[in-house]
Nanobody, 118 residues
Framework: QVQLVESGGGLVQAGGSLRLSCAAS????????MGWFRQAPGKEREFVAR????????YYSDSVKGRFTIAKDTAKNTVYLQMNSLKPEDTAVYYC???????????WGQGTQVTVSS
């Protein structure tokens, strides 16, 4: 099992930036990919971005493409989400997740709140 701890959330004005971090511990040697999801009040959790742990290939949802960047520090077992040009609709709890078998997201963090004011 992998333990994930997110940090970096907060309150920011529209157009501003935030960087989220997710530190992984435990069975991190088997990580295939890591990703970020978000859940706004009254809405379902949605995919934001993911990165393949070996190689660094990235993929983004259309709603954040060009504004958000996912990156990793393999030595620190940490994944980041740089969020620029934030919009009020980006307000949500952001969750980090890891996939150890290439098929499902098995491990989840506790989430960090991001609030973007207009």
């Amino acid at each position: 099992q992998v333990q994930l701890v997110e940090s970096g959330g907060g309150l920011v004005q529209a157009g501003g930036s935030l960087r989220l971090s997710c530190a992984a511990s435990g069975r991190t040697f088997s990580t295939y990919k890591m990703g970020w999801f978000r859940q706004a009040p009254g809405k379902e959790r949605e995919f934001v971005a993911r990165i393949i742990w070996s190689g660094g290939s990235t993929y983004y949802s259309d709603s954040v493409k060009g504004r958000f960047t996912i990156a990793k520090d393999t030595a620190k077992n940490t994944v980041y989400l740089q969020m620029n040009s934030l919009k009020p609709e980006d307000t949500a709890v952001y969750y980090c997740a890891s996939d150890r078998d290439g098929r499902t997201w098995q491990d989840w963090g506790q989430g960090t709140q991001v609030t973007v004011s207009s």
